[in-house]
């Protein structure tokens, strides 16, 4: 699929993405597929029309199998790229402190997105109304990247990424709780589950590393809370000058850091000049945070959410493999215990979220009597 020949296409799977509560994390990263019905108006392909939108839907024709299954393919790319971001990271921090490398994967990103956002033509202007929310979001994602990768200097990715995917039961729960979302009873069960997986998780993971197993908690709540912000800000923006926008924030964030930590002898932020292969890990981690972003966005455009939601999920046994190939790191049977019962949760949280959806469009349906 070549960008020029349809701009309008890009654009919508950008669409597609911010449509969704997704946790993609260290790769604005992460992906957790909750679907919603949604009701959009029209969006201009260069971002001047204003358009209001929920969480992703699919269309209302059915997509023929071979685009379902392009999306399915895209989406196991990303279940394979995305942890390989987190490989790069924790290659690059043996070298490079996590402040740098965090500014990196941001930098190197926005640089990425540049040409997507010319070749679609969009207005990069912002309203002021929406500047500080948009700092919030941009804050929020950069101390998420921040504490992962703290985590993963020293943590096996599985681990941390296993704790990490607590972020979709802290949405669920603060919308529940906070926003007044209605959400099921079997729902808030499945996520009080998947806490007790979560617990089972940093157990072992504490003893061994000590206080630096919370940091992947810090990037899940942080996470989570700007999952929320995004459901705001997605109403009013268009999403791909939405990301743009994150990304230049984020970076302008960390160059003062990383300035001001100079000299300071503090191990995670004072600089260093990266040498040898260190500079292909930080190209890497904002090559790899970009490559799987695509990916799925392109795999929202082809195939139903619901269909793609379970799949998420391999992108834990393939950090745990990459892991085991690369650092010859492997979770405890603690640790995959805990693993297995998020996942399980997780799943049943959508499959939940699916026999909601086709409830409320049987009652829809309905005549009226």
Request: charged share 10%; proline share 6%.
């Amino acid at each position: 699929m070549q960008l020029r020949d349809s701009p309008k296409r890009c654009a919508q799977s950008f669409t597609r993405l911010l449509q969704v509560q997704s946790i993609t994390l260290r790769h604005a990263g992460w992906l957790y597929i909750k679907a919603k019905p949604c009701v959009a108006k029209r969006i201009d392909a260069r971002g001047a029309a204003p358009y209001a939108m929920a969480m992703t839907n699919t269309s209302s024709a059915s997509p023929s199998t071979d685009r379902i299954l392009a999306g399915v393919a895209l989406m196991l790319g990303f279940c394979v790229t995305a942890p390989l971001l987190d490989v790069a990271a924790k290659l690059a921090s043996t070298s490079v402190p996590v402040g740098q490398i965090t500014a990196a994967r941001f930098i190197v990103q926005c640089a990425l997105m540049t040409p997507f956002v010319l070749i679609m033509g969009l207005s990069l202007r912002v309203p002021r109304a929406h500047w500080l929310a948009l700092l919030f979001r941009a804050v929020l994602l950069f101390v998420s990247t921040f504490c992962f990768i703290a985590a993963i200097r020293v943590m096996p990715l599985a681990d941390a990424l296993a704790i990490v995917f607590v972020a979709p039961f802290i949405v669920l729960l603060v919308g529940k709780f906070y926003l007044g979302e209605d959400v099921g009873p079997r729902r808030v069960g499945a996520a009080m589950v998947g806490f007790v997986g979560v617990l089972l998780v940093i157990q072992p993971s504490f003893a061994a590393f000590g206080a630096v197993a919370l940091f992947p908690l810090g990037t899940a709540v942080g996470f989570a809370f700007y999952i929320l912000v995004t459901r705001g800000l997605s109403r009013r923006m268009h999403p791909v000058t939405l990301q743009f926008h994150t990304g230049l924030i984020a970076s302008l964030l960390c160059l003062p850091v990383v300035i001001l930590a100079e000299g300071t002898g503090i191990e995670m932020l004072d600089p260093v000049w990266p040498e040898g292969i260190a500079w292909l890990w930080l190209l890497g981690v904002g090559f790899f945070a970009t490559l799987s972003h695509m990916m799925m966005t392109y795999a929202l455009s082809l195939a139903p959410s619901a269909t793609l939601a379970p799949l998420q999920y391999l992108e834990l046994p393939v950090a745990t493999l990459l892991g085991y190939l690369v650092f010859r790191d492997f979770p405890n049977a603690l640790t995959l215990t805990g693993i297995a019962i998020i996942i399980g949760s997780g799943l049943y949280m959508i499959h939940r979220e699916r026999v909601t959806a086709r409830q409320l469009m049987t009652e829809r349906a309905a005549p009226p009597i």
